[in-house]
């Protein structure tokens, strides 16, 4: 078993986004996606495009309680084929570490989602 690295507790929640990999002149990508799970300093997402670890990308999220769009840049730190939905909607599985820890993020997803303990 591999070692665990996260210095936040995930919680599993499905947030729309759109996650755009402008940043970085090598991805150039804009596309849109669900959050598997979050927490105050990452994000996993499910989405239609596959992006190289590395790539420095900006998340946009609604998680903020006066519904406005919260503007997350970060790095895609890993990326895999989707294995629950291979040829679906979201082919694609992106973990991104944000550049700032995101309290706001952490507090949406503890009342809306749950602990993944898994």
């Known amino acids: 078993m591999g070692q665990e690295r996260r210095a936040a507790t995930r919680q599993r929640v499905f947030i729309p986004i759109r ?3 402008r940043r ?3 991805v150039g990508k804009v596309t849109s996606g669900v959050t598997r799970d979050v927490s105050a300093s990452g994000l996993r997402i499910r989405t239609r495009r596959q992006f190289t670890v590395g790539a420095s990308v900006t998340v946009v999220v609604q ?3 006066n519904g406005q769009a919260r503007m997350l840049p970060g790095t895609v730190v890993r990326t895999t084929p989707n294995a629950a939905d291979p040829s679906g909607l ?3 599985e992106v ?3 944000l550049d700032a820890p995101e309290p706001a993020l952490q507090a ?3 009342t809306h989602g749950f602990v993944d303990e898994g």
């Open 90 to 92: 979201w082919p694609y």
């Open 95 to 97: 973990a991104v570490a």
């Open 63 to 65: 998680a903020d309680p």
């Open 108 to 110: 949406h997803a503890a």
């Open 24 to 26: 970085d002149a090598q």
């Open 19 to 21: 996650m755009d990999g």
